[in-house]
């Protein structure tokens, strides 16, 4: 499986990002999708979970403002981050994962990252 997220930047607190992560490769074995966070001197923090039933779910300081989505196409599972009302506390590094069962064991993998920077 890889992984391909993209959609950081820097922004004004109050205004939005949607953040993507695209899943190829054996993408049958994926079961579930998430995204994460981890800010300067933090650690890293779970915020959204997309699993293959459909199911979605947000967690932490973020729900009411995040929200996480999910679309498969053309042989990919693509995962979107919308980030609303942004707070410079959101400021971090966003990463996507990935786990599931190939058949033989568990397998997990994580997104290169990418780098959201709110200011105040």
């Known amino acids: 499986v890889q992984l391909q997220a993209s959609g950081g930047g820097l922004v004004q607190a109050g205004e939005s990002l949607r953040l993507s992560c695209a899943a190829s490769?054996?993408?049958?074995?994926?079961?579930?999708m998430r995204w994460y966070r981890q800010a300067p001197g933090k650690d890293r923090e779970l915020i959204a979970t997309?699993?293959?039933?459909?199911?979605?779910?947000?967690t932490g300081s973020t729900e009411g403002r995040f929200a996480i989505s999910r679309d498969d196409a053309n042989d990919k599972i693509t995962i979107y981050l919308q980030m609303n009302s942004l707070k410079p506390e959101d400021t971090a590094v966003y990463y996507c994962?990935?786990?599931?069962?190939?058949?033989?064991?568990?397998?997990?993998?994580w997104g290169k990252g990418t780098q959201v920077t709110v200011s105040s």
């Open positions: 994962n990935v786990e599931g069962f190939d058949g033989l064991r568990f397998i997990e993998y």
């Open positions: 490769g054996n993408i049958d074995d994926i079961n579930v």
């Open positions: 997309a699993f293959k039933t459909g199911y979605t779910s947000m």
